[in-house]
């Protein structure tokens, strides 16, 4: 039975969210984003949703951060919408927005619980993605320009602050894969994209230690890459998904270089100078957190580069299809460490899985989630026995929201969300995280 006591008593557990997922994206003066376009795009998103409404956190976040602070939480991460603080992407700031997110920061702060803000969690600007989004080499400009007005506002307030989620996400799955906003399937556009949105970290960082802010991190995602057989192709093949997916953000961050196995296919395809660039990227960082849900098999094609499959493993699966592979959290807080970060504080900023949950007489039972959870939070404590400098734990996700292009379906929350009425019951993992961290204290 997982204990409070197996980890420090500083150990940071907290739950996250992001803001089109939950916000409700039509109200208080937020300017169209890249998502909304995406989704009105037919094919893109399950049943056309987005996010104009969402789980309406807009008005009802005090409600929520009552949840938070119900169940024990020390820190909530939360995201900040570029389109809601600059509804141009650049210019005059929405006031309504930023008072928002200083309603937001300070009802926290009154529970007493940290805020650990992301800065950009995907809804690009629509009038920044006219103009190319992350393909654009002015990125770094506009994106400093926004994290100055953040860090003007808000910044006496934020307990941490990372500028991007998933670098991954926002480049290489949206726009190499498709999957996500602004749905391009272009190499070229890939690799500028990933160039620029470390620039973009990058610049950020400096902008935010100008202003004296401090506990400044990048939030990173990976994937426990696994050949899907024995051959060498296999083998070549997860070497260099996981170069692309787990290496590639890590290397520019703190080696000053990109992996060899990645050059190989994008090289031709960076920004002219791209090699110039690491010292604005390398800006020092006081941790890195690491979002990590399963493992991938990949097998190897005949195609051009990366020749890369995703393949059936046999693990059992979340709603969203994915392993529940906890060996992989293993391996990447002990590999992070050794090999990239050292004694930097290390955060596991997002864990968790969708289930198909139901609420039946008032109350949803999820023990697949306990039981996920159970198992994640166990290999974390054993990484911290073991020297790994892990800081903190944040489960994905407070409230069913939002799941991008699969709509309303898939649900991570610990709190279930109805979306007629938009009435929050917690589920059997929420209570059980109170008494985890309120509870029983051995």
């Not at 104009?52 to 005090?62: F, K, L, N, V």
């Not at 000053?256 to 190989?264: F, M, N």
């Not at 990239?340 to 955060?347: F, I, N, V």
């Amino acid at each position: 039975m997982l204990k409070r006591s197996q980890f420090p008593e500083d150990f940071i557990f907290g739950t996250a969210t992001s803001a089109y997922q939950i916000e409700g994206h039509a109200q208080g003066g937020a300017g169209p984003t890249h998502w909304d376009s995406f989704a009105a795009t037919p094919g893109n998103v399950v049943r056309a949703e987005d996010g104009a409404r969402a789980c309406d956190h807009y008005h009802r976040y005090e409600a929520d951060l009552d949840l938070v602070a119900a169940a024990g939480f020390d820190a909530y991460r939360f995201s900040t919408s570029w389109a809601r603080v600059l509804p141009e992407g650049r210019g005059t700031p929405n006031g309504e927005g930023l008072d928002f997110y200083d309603r937001l920061v300070d009802a926290m702060l009154e529970r007493g619980i940290k805020p650990a803000a992301t800065l950009y969690h995907w809804e690009l600007p629509q009038a920044l993605a006219d103009q190319g989004g992350w393909r654009n080499s002015d990125m770094p400009k506009w994106f400093g320009e926004f994290a100055d007005v953040i860090a003007r506002r808000l910044g006496d307030r934020l307990w941490s602050v990372a500028p991007i989620n998933e670098p991954w996400c926002v480049a290489w799955l949206s726009h190499f894969m498709g999957h996500h906003a602004p749905g391009l399937r272009d190499i070229r556009a890939a690799a500028r994209a990933m160039h620029h949105v470390l620039v973009s970290h990058g610049t950020a960082i400096s902008v935010m230690r100008d202003h004296g802010m401090t506990n400044l991190g990048a939030v990173c995602n990976f994937e426990y890459a696994l050949p899907a057989n024995t051959t060498p192709e296999a083998a070549a093949a997860t070497a260099r998904y996981d170069a692309i997916y787990n290496q590639f953000f890590l290397s520019g961050l703190f080696r000053e270089t990109y992996p060899e196995l990645v050059l190989e296919g994008l090289e031709p395809h960076l920004p002219k100078g791209w090699q110039d660039d690491f010292a604005t990227i390398q800006a020092p960082l006081d941790w890195l957190g690491l979002n990590y849900y399963t493992c991938k098999r990949i097998g190897a094609n005949d195609g051009p580069w990366p020749a890369c499959d995703e393949l059936d493993g046999p693990l059992p699966k979340t709603q969203m299809g994915w392993e529940i592979c906890p060996d992989g959290l293993s391996h990447f807080l002990t590999a992070t460490a050794r090999d990239y970060t050292g004694d930097l504080p290390l955060y596991v900023t997002e864990n968790g899985m969708a289930n198909p949950d139901v609420l039946r007489d008032g109350a949803v039972e999820d023990p697949e989630r306990i039981d996920y959870l159970t198992q994640h939070m166990d290999r974390a404590a054993t990484a911290i026995a073991e020297g790994v400098p892990l800081k903190g734990y944040f489960v994905w996700s407070l409230l069913d929201n939002y799941e991008w292009a699969l709509g309303y379906e898939k649900r991570f929350g610990m709190v279930h969300v109805d979306f007629e009425t938009l009435t929050r019951t917690p589920k059997q993992s929420w209570h059980w995280m109170r008494n985890l961290l309120v509870g029983a204290q051995t």
